[in-house]
């Protein structure tokens, strides 16, 4: 790629950010269009266009979005959400205080080199203006080294600094959501895995509250016993189906009656699968027929779930937060496989299939998922290659005779055959993420926000060694694990003297990623469009048309793995090119800017870690410095520099830097401090309720009832 | 070494031993030497011979002890000793379990073989009888290879199960100890360090105050604010110096009065140094001037003291067993750095030096401690070889002109020469468990306990890595490592070529241990003869009487590791020769046998732990086991058995057991369940008092006292 063509290639990113972001304004403005770009402010019932009516012009999101408090962040979008932003703000400090250093002292040192021909070059030998402002083009063995040298230094000692500050702000920020005052039903709830048999003449609840209260007399509320609920969900989920059929079809039946017939057509379906097939019913009289049906079923399956479906864990409440933070901390029996305690999660987030796991079962899949993930990793083109193989269109005439007369066709013949094998390759890293996430909760984790943690790092992983260390070492990882094999030194020079060659590709990738992406993300056209199309021919009760426009959070498993893998190649190459930083400034900065927005007005985060993502994001801007700084000691090895030893002591420094943070910072991100736990009683009524199943509970007014039923239920179960 | 002077150490060892234990019979039975052999006895107020009246064999002692119960042994001397005898049980278990199969299993099987000549010895040729037996005798690649490999199973299997059941009885009787209604102190307390700078206006105690009273509201009882007792205690050593010598003088002037003297001579002294130079006074008088002015500095030290010398660490004091068990696992503040809370050290045990040091300091100097700890196994030699290079006779000439005389005479000449290296070996292994305590200590543990089982731990090490690898392999371990070095997986096969040959010192070794050791340690020749020479010579009063025969606990510094390394030594060689079990089955029965005698009888133990001993025990037993298994990988190996592999499993079951039983059993040794912490609440006053230090506390009668000094003194103190 030579100089022009990067430029227009830059150009025309920036064109279609411009683009989008008119878009957005132009779009955003209009009414109908509130719940796409506002979602959030409708939800908590506030005015979209609050404050803002009269500006016109079309950077005014920017202005909020810079004039906007943490605290806003907090109200609007969650702890998560600002530690999510420390983060970002973190990487633009990192790389600006690196940039105001390196571009000065680097560039020139590097351009008014004599230089050296050929080997040096930082794009293949095309892209001369970048290859003089690199450190390929000093010579071998130069003094000038040294302030490259220097540059290395500074840049590990502006991260250890920044990130200092961001864990403790991090740290406050938790604190301070911690205590607040707002009741919080998981801040009064622990999980019990593990409860042995109960003993005879015992029911679950009597042995599991009489556990509790002898050592918590004071502060012990009630216990709720977790239960099987597959099929009580199932029953729950059919009846829930056809209440929401039935309010499509009223809603369908009113409109039909107001165009002028006044009787109004009665809306059919037909019984069989998926509504295409079996007899044509009307849908009214056959929803409340079936929901009719269900109603006794649901509530004997509720009776039999409750006497019969008890499994060894159950949820505990406490009238203190206090207690509840530190039961989660202690060691109730002497055993570690019986009665293990632990924060409870959200309601909202609690994975209940994974509740009944006993210890040894989470040891056991925990290290399989483990050694999945590896081979996944290491392996990962094994299936791909085996997909390929097998997807060869004379196989796939074989399969699917049908296509035979596309196939027939030159032209796409040709395009086909040149695309499957990508099309797998797509197709797989698309589906990643997402099995990543079934792996982690196979792992036996216990609420999404955790699992959405454990799958990110996989993913990180992955992306860092399948993509960076891949495009950059040219080949699968296998097939370098190969090559170190047989000499176990050769990893750091192998990376240190391909990194430079592969500069303008990364370079073109985050430029791409910041101005397209970004634009995207602002400009929300594919979630708009979406939502115009379900509203005109889908739906038609209010629930249906809320799902439609239902906004999400920021889908950390993706977005995470993906800046970090930005940041590591920005970091690895901050010196070797220094060029490469404004780049990520742009893109952290952009982020920020965007992201911004999208908080204050349209996230809705489905779940509440208080900033439990940090020490791990944290963890991977350590990896991908220490990454960083053995790359450069390669690097300046390759360029046999005489003392390249100067720059050991920064992994070191590193791996004591992370030990110490790790000391000091990261039990509170584990446990709840005992400090930041206050002291007042809530409505423990409806902290409790908060944790029942919908299936369990919906149809009680009564409480008691359920209560009762668990309690008597379970001594004629464990009579049996 | 051949058979029959094999035997004739071997029964001449037997015959001292026999001639201890009837020395043991005759000397136990005089009433002038009950306070030797009963001491444990006595100090609880019984009757020495209670109920043996009748008895008169010499063997009575192995009645009782075998009849004794464990409940004995926890009453008598406390849980520690009884875990010591668990361990000691499960090595006999261990090692007669396995000679049951491998006796009639492998002896046959090896003498039956044709043979092999030379290459296999497991005496260096000398001893035929022994050769014949061993699994060296077999030949290579030989069929009857299999009924070792059975045997290697038999025992990893028989070690995994026996260690199992250890492990679940010592957790019942460390619960069984915690649960048991008796108040002790420690239970109720934590140490609390990292105490940040008290706010303005506000003293370190009432700092402590607040801040856990404000956690634990109901269950708070007051705090002990560590003051740094350096100076105080140095005047109150003094004092009480004085106070035994003028009891001393006293008893003596006494005795001088009776012996027809009505008048008595008064004892007398000299003040200077060492009462070697100096005035001659009147002791009695110089005694009571010296207490009278020793008072008043005294009490203005203790001032002193609590106004000024406040340390950033306190003894927070609960009423409530549960709450004081909770607190010291809970994570008290958001920075791990601050108010971090730890379970209470027995009062008598705490070593409070070490309880000011910060967070930071503890880490470091944990890990130059560990440095130096590696440093010393290494390199051992070093300064061995230096002292002896320094240490030889023309240097200690010049050095000591007196002994020139000495050194004329050519035969003491020659000794000397020969033996001055090894008297520096000798004496710097006496004093290697002084220095390895010495270090656990610097290292910043809180208790005496704690600090004896990390030094028991670096000893361990040590020896097996210098006396059995040591031995084995020839030479030191650094030559070793040089060796190593070139080839990293020589280290399997080095250790198991070798290991054969040495055989029979190993026996001897171990049968010297046994019956000399364990003989003298049941006649208790040498306390008794230093006590009969110091109630002659030395002792006037009560006290010191009390002191010359005070006898100590087991010594578990060194006891456990010099158990240890005989176990690593007989499981190495139970297979490869397993006449070597025989060996091992007495040590541990004999040793079961003495020790339980003295347990009952004599042992006074300084500490209680409730048997945290046991999980370190426990871990250097499986690296003994999986030692074992390597070893036998490797031996196999070079007997160039074709199924070798099938040993693979045994090291990496041996992981996941060990892996196991920490997860399953460790917690409990490191917290406290608080399903064993009761509820009662005890005399508070007592439990806080039992805390204060005797140099701070000695002389008060009233205790408001002391905290309100403390109190207000300290106020006085941060206004300055």
């Known amino acids: 790629m030579d100089f022009n063509s990067f430029l227009t290639s830059l150009g025309t990113s920036f064109a279609i950010f411009v683009v989008l972001m008119l878009l957005f304004t132009w779009l955003s403005r209009k009414q109908g269009n509130a719940v796409v770009y506002y979602p959030n402010r409708i939800l908590k019932g506030m005015d979209p266009w609050e404050g803002r009516s009269g500006e016109r012009n079309p950077v005014a999101w920017i202005q909020e979005a810079i004039n906007s408090s943490e605290k806003d962040v907090v109200t609007m979008s969650g702890v998560d959400t600002a530690v999510y932003f420390v983060f970002l703000g973190t990487a633009v400090g990192i790389l600006v205080l690196a940039s105001l250093v390196l571009l000065p002292l680097l560039l020139p040192v590097a351009a008014s080199d004599p230089g050296v021909n050929g080997s040096g070059t930082t794009s293949s030998g095309t892209f001369n203006e970048l290859d003089k402002l690199a450190m390929g083009h000093v010579q071998e063995r130069s003094q000038r080294l040294w302030a490259f040298v220097f540059a290395t230094y500074w840049v590990s000692i502006v991260t250890y600094y920044l990130l200092w500050n961001a864990y403790k702000h991090v740290s406050d920020l938790r604190a301070a959501a911690l205590m607040a ?3 919080r039903p998981e801040q009064f709830a622990v999980v019990v895995r593990d409860i042995p048999t109960p003993p005879q003449g015992q029911t679950r609840k009597e042995q599991v509250d009489k556990f509790f209260r002898e050592i918590y007399p004071d502060t012990f509320y009630r216990s709720l016993v977790v239960t099987n609920n597959k099929q009580v969900n199932k029953i729950w989920q059919e009846m829930e189906g056809y209440k929401k059929k039935l309010a499509h079809a009223e809603a369908v039946y009113g409109e039909s009656k107001t165009e002028g017939n006044p009787e109004g057509t009665r809306p059919t379906c037909r019984t069989g699968f998926l509504g295409l097939v079996g007899d044509k019913v009307d849908t009214i009289d056959h929803c409340h027929e079936k929901i009719n049906e269900l109603i006794p079923r649901l509530e004997a399956q509720q009776k039999v779930t409750l006497r019969e479906k008890q499994q060894s864990s159950a949820i505990v409440f406490f009238t203190s937060r206090l207690t509840a933070a530190s039961a989660a901390q202690n060691l109730h029996s002497r055993m570690v496989d019986t009665w293990s305690v632990m924060d409870a999660p959200e309601p909202r987030q609690i994975i209940w299939s994974n509740l009944p796991n006993n210890f040894y079962q989470r040891q056991i899949r925990q290290y ?25 269109l004379s196989n796939l005439v074989k399969l699917l005779p049908f ?32 099995f990543l996430f079934f792996l982690s909760i196979t792992e036996g984790i216990l609420s999404e926000s955790h699992a959405i943690r454990a799958a990110s790092g996989k993913y990180f992983y992955f992306s860092v060694l399948n993509v960076f260390i891949g495009v950059t070492v040219g080949g699968t990882l296998f097939s370098t694990f190969k090559i170190v094999e047989k000499d176990p030194n050769i990893i750091v020079p192998l990376l240190a003297s391909s990194l430079p060659g592969n500069a303008t590709f990364f370079l073109t990738y985050v430029a791409l990623k910041f101005f397209v992406g970004y634009g995207l993300e602002l400009s929300r056209v594919v979630p708009l469009i979406i939502y115009h199309l379900k509203r005109k021919y889908l739906c038609k009760t209010e629930a249906e048309l809320k799902e439609a426009w239902a906004p999400g959070d920021l889908g950390y498993g993706t977005r995470i793995p993906a800046d970090m893998l930005i940041l590591t190649i920005v970091l690895c190459y901050s010196v070797i090119a220094p060029v490469m930083i404004p780049f990520g400034v742009i893109y952290f900065g952009l982020g920020w800017l965007v992201l911004r927005n999208q908080a204050l007005k349209v996230l809705v985060p489905s ?8 020490p791990h994001i944290y963890t991977r801007i350590m990896a991908a410095l220490i990454l960083f700084q053995l790359t450069m000691f390669g690097y300046f090895g390759v360029k046999n520099f005489y003392y390249t030893a100067i720059l050991l002591p920064l992994p070191i420094c590193s791996l004591i830097f992370a030990y110490i943070c790790k000391q000091k910072f990261y039990q509170f991100f584990h446990h709840t401090a005992l400090e930041v736990a206050s002291h007042e009683i809530p409505n423990m009524e409806h902290v409790y309720r908060s944790f029942l199943p919908p299936s369990l509970a919906s149809e009680k007014p009564d409480d008691d009832q359920f209560d009762d039923a668990l309690s008597q239920a379970s001594r004629t179960g464990s009579a049996v």
């Open 181 to 183: 005052p707002v009741v």
């Open 368 to 392: 399989v998922v483990y050694f999945i993930v590896f081979l996944t990793i290491v392996f990962y083109m094994i299936p791909i290659g085996f997909v390929s193989a097998f997807t060869t």
């Open 403 to 434: 296509i035979k007369p596309i196939v027939k066709q030159n032209v796409l013949r040709t395009v086909l055959e040149a695309y499957l094998p990508q099309l797998a390759l797509i197709i797989f890293l698309a589906l990643l993420p997402k």
């Open 607 to 614: 779940y509440e870690s208080y900033g439990k993502f940090w």
